[in-house]
C-alpha cells in the first residue's frame, strides 16, 4: 500500500523538528521502513494517526491516493480486517482470555489461518506451550510474540510494529523477523517498524528519523 | 469469545433484578389497561350508573318554567357543559288503551315527551317514526315496568310482563289537540333507566304537535346536559345560581364514576411511572456495563470488530430483560384477571378474553417499541465511546 504523508502536525503537542513532522514523503509498497525517535516524540501518535485512532493532526495522510479522513467508521472496520495489521507498543492483549484465544479473537474475523497455521507460527515463536495459557500470567515478551502472531492473522497491506521487539531476547528476534518478513513478502506489504534505536538487522527500503 | 469478553461484568442477578422492577412497572399498565378494557361496557353503556354523564334540569315549578332560547344558549356557552337536548312534550292530551286478551282492557291518561335521540341510552333501529309507519315505538322509564308488575299486576290479577313480552302489546293512543283528534297504534320498544319519561320518536311528535294542535307554542321544560363531570363544583354552583333543580340521584352516581374513573388512572399513572423508572434503570445498567467494558469494546474496536458486532451482545443482553420482564408481566396481568373476574362479574362484566388479547398485542407493542429505544441508545453509547480520540490507546504517543 502507498502511504502519503503531507506535512502532518499533531494539534496535541509541539514535537521537535523531524523528517516526519511538517514534512512531505511516501511509504512505498513491498517496501521496509524504519521509524526511529526517542521515547515521546510521538512515535505512537503517528502509528494511530496511520491506524485511524487519532485524528487530531493538521495536514493529511492518503492511502493510495485517497485521504484517510474521508474513511467512514465502517471503511476503518474493512481496512483493519484487510489491509493494515499492527502491534500496538501497549500490545492489548486481553488479559483474561488465553494466547490461543486472543490470537483466534482477530482469526475468527478474517479466517485468515487455520490453527494448525497458527500454532505452527506459535512453536517458531517458541510460545507454542503458552497456548492455553492466560495472556495475564505470560511475560511482557512472551506477551510481545503473542501480539505479532495475532497481527499476522489477517491479510494486510501495510504492517504497522510499535517497538515490538522490546523485551524479547536477540535469538527470538531473529525468529519473529524471519516470521515477519516471510508474512509481509507473501502479503507483499509495506513494513514500518517504530523502533527506539535498534534495527533488528533488517534491510530497510529507508531509515526515517522521529 | 466476543461474547465473552463483553460480558464479564454482567451478573445474571443483577439482570434478574432489572426485569423484575420493570415487570412490575408493566405488570400494573397492563393490568389496569385490561381492567379499562374489561370494565368498557359499563362506563360506556349510557344506562348504567358508571356511565351517566347526563343531568336533566329544570325549574322550579310553576306557570312559566319553561326555559327561553338566551337561558339554552348560555348553559351551551358553558365549558363544562358539552351539549344540550331539551324535552318537548305533546301539545295534547293522549289516552293509551291496552288490551289484554282474556282480560279487561285498561285506559289511562297519559303525556309523551320527545328528546334528542343521542341522549336516549337506547340504541334500536326500530327506534325512528315517520309519517305513514304504523306504528309508534315508545320508550318508558324501567321503574313503570316494575311498578306494573309488582303492584298493578298483582293487585288487579293481570299477567306480569319483560321488556321482551311488552313489545308485543298493543297499545291504542288516542291523541286529542286542539283542532283534530287522531288514534295511533304504538308499541313499548324498550325501557330507559336513565331517562325518566315517555319518549316517543321527535319526529313523531313535532309531526302530531304541528298536526293537532298549531297554534300551541313548544315550550322546554326540561333539559338534558351532557357534561364532562355531573358533579362538578362550578357546573352545581351555576345551575345553582340559576335556581335549576336537578335530581341529586345523578350526581351520586356521577361520583361514585369519577371516582372509579380516577383511581384506575392514579393506579395506571403508577404503573406507567414505575415503568419509566424501570426503563430508566435499565438503561443506566446498560450505560454501566459499557463503560465498565469500555477498554475490551475499543479494544475490539481496533482489532476490526465493526460497532454493530459489538453492540449485538449489548441488545441481546437488553432484550433478554425486556422479553422476561414483559413475559412475568403479562403472566401477572392475566392471573389477576381471573383473581379479579368474579368482583367484576358483580359489575355484569362477562367473562371474555378480548381483555388478554389486547394486553398481549400491548405486550408485542411495548417490546417492540422499547427494543428498539434500548437498540437505539446502545448503538449510541458504543458510538459515542468509539469516537476517535477518546480511545485508551491514543493517548500513547
Redesign the interface.
Known sequence: MQVNIQSIVPDYFTPASSEVWSKNFEFQPNSKYLVKAVSGSGKSSLFNFMYGLNNRYSGSILFNDTSISSFSDTDWTTIRKQQIAIVFQGLKLFPELTALENIQLKNTLTNHKTETEILEMMSQLEVDQLAHKKAETLSYGQQQRIAIIRALCQPFKLLLLDEPFSHIDKAQITNAITLVNKEVAANQATLIIASLGDTYNIDYTKTILL | ??N??LK?QVHKSQLLFFALSSSLGLGILLIVVQLLVDTQSIFNSKNDLLGNQNLIIYKDLGRDNAFTSDEITELNSQPFINKTGGFTHGTYRVLASVTFPNHAGISTEMFLEAVSDEFIDITNEDWKWQPGDKEVPIIIPKNYINLYNFGYATSSGLPQVNEKIIRQVPIDLTLSGTHKTENYRAYILDASEKINSILVPESFLNYTNKKLSPLKANKISRIILDVINPSDPKLLEFLASKKYNYLSNDIQNSKLSYVLKLILSIVLGIGLLITILSIYLVITNINLLILKNKQ?IT?????????AQIAKVYHAIAFKILAVSIIIALTLSIICKYIFSPYLSVLQVQPNITSIIYSVILSVLIFISLAMYYRKHTNSKIKQM?R??T?L??S??
Open positions: 469469545m466476543i465473552q469478553l464479564k475490551t479494544q475490539l474496536h481496533f482489532l476490526g470488530y465493526s460497532k468509539l476517535p480520540n480511545s490507546l491514543s500513547e504517543n
